[in-house]
């Protein structure tokens, strides 16, 4: 058996080598016939490398990911209620911003507690492009906005058709229009009491903030555990997240559906956060199971199928490299 195991080690070892020198010295090509190309032994299969970043300053839960209009971040929102901004490796994470103005440096390290409700709970992250505004949904704050210089943030919105917001969750932003889409994922339940949410509660809302009137609409009632938020590239529908349901329900904004929602897809997990890249495709984040990107017709087409990925609740497309944050974990993961 082992001597097995050695002969197999060095016949591995001597077909790396000629296939390395092959690439290297051309006359070590015996046998190539010209215009026909020789395999090349891949040290790095094709496919994603990733690296995780620790959040550091005692934070966890960076439920999700946003780049500024400068490029730089990312920018998270952590458990305790503070809005964390990278800056790269030496100067590592500065805190950026805080969501509830009576916060207080008490709540720091805070994790998945309701002291949330005097710390905030900034669960989704969203740049308007055309002002550089940072939208964020808090989850016992409510929406509010924040300028290129951080701090405290301006309060939204609280509430909608008089149903006070009890757990806001995420947001996507049209930047021509200035339309903030977000999602209230309960108004039974506060985001610390998530566990107890099953699929007979039917109390989320997909609304919509219109920053020339002020004013919040509600597109969708009687969603179950409503979640992730993604307006498609043309800005014809828009999709939402049902977490007790494992499905993705399909908003038509324009066109002779408008108004009217759709199944889009049944996923194998519960879903969370949903984000378009710049070619139009969603990644959406599942658990248990891994985040998976699909196209405009829902069909799949990758999955991020690694065990170095758990607990994913958000996966962001920048420059073509992915970065994936979690609820749970101290870390966030991206690729390279
Ligand atoms: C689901 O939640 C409701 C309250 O929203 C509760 O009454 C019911 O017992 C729960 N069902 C299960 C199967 O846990
Ligand atoms: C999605 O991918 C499937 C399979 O490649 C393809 O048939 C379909 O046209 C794609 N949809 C869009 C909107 O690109």
């Known amino acids: 058996m082992q001597k097995l195991a050695i002969l197999c080690f060095l016949l591995i070892f ?40 620790q959040l550091g300053l005692g934070a966890t839960g960076a439920e999700s990911i946003a780049f500024d209009c400068e ?43 309701p002291a949330e409700q005097n710390c905030g709970r900034p669960l989704g992250l969203k740049f308007n492009t055309a002002t550089c505004e940072l939208y964020i949904t808090d989850s016992s704050v409510g929406l509010v906005k924040l300028d290129r210089k951080g701090g405290v943030a301006t309060p939204i919105a609280t509430s909608a ?6 757990f806001l969750n995420t947001l996507d932003i049209d930047s021509e229009t200035g339309h ?8 039974r339940y506060h985001r610390w009491e998530f566990r107890s949410i099953n699929r007979s509660d039917r109390s ?78 969603f990644w959406i984040s599942q658990n248990p199971t891994k985040p998976i990107k699909v196209n405009e017709s829902g069909t799949i087409l990758e999955s991020l199928d690694t065990d170095i990925i758990v607990d994913a609740s958000d996966v962001t497309e920048f420059h073509n490299n992915l970065w994936i944050g979690s609820v749970i974990q101290n870390y966030i993961i991206y690729t390279s």
């Open 14 to 53: 001597l077909n790396n080598f000629i296939v390395q020198a092959q690439s290297q010295f051309p006359y070590f090509r015996r046998g190539h016939i010209p215009g026909t190309q020789i395999p090349r032994f891949e040290r790095h299969p094709q496919g994603r490398q990733y690296h995780r970043l």
């Open 71 to 113: 490029g730089d971040g990312p920018y998270v929102g952590v458990s305790d209620g503070r809005i964390l901004k990278w800056q790269g490796h030496s100067v590592g994470w500065t805190v950026f911003a805080i969501t509830n103005p009576k916060r207080s440096n008490t709540c720091n390290g805070l994790n998945d507690s």
């Open 161 to 166: 058709e008089g149903v006070t917001f009890r």
């Open 204 to 281: 989320g809302r997909l609304l919509r903030y219109d920053p020339k009137t002020k004013r919040v609409t509600v597109l969708l009632r009687g969603l179950s555990f409503a979640n992730g938020v993604a307006l498609s590239k043309n800005k014809d529908f828009i999709l939402v997240t049902e977490t007790t349901t494992y499905q993705v329900q399909k908003y038509w904004l324009t066109g002779l559906k408008a108004g009217t929602a759709e199944l889009f897809i049944q996923l194998s997990g519960r879903p969370d956060n949903i984000n378009r890249n710049t070619n139009g495709d």
């Open 180 to 187: 903030v889409y977000f999602t209230d994922s309960s108004f």
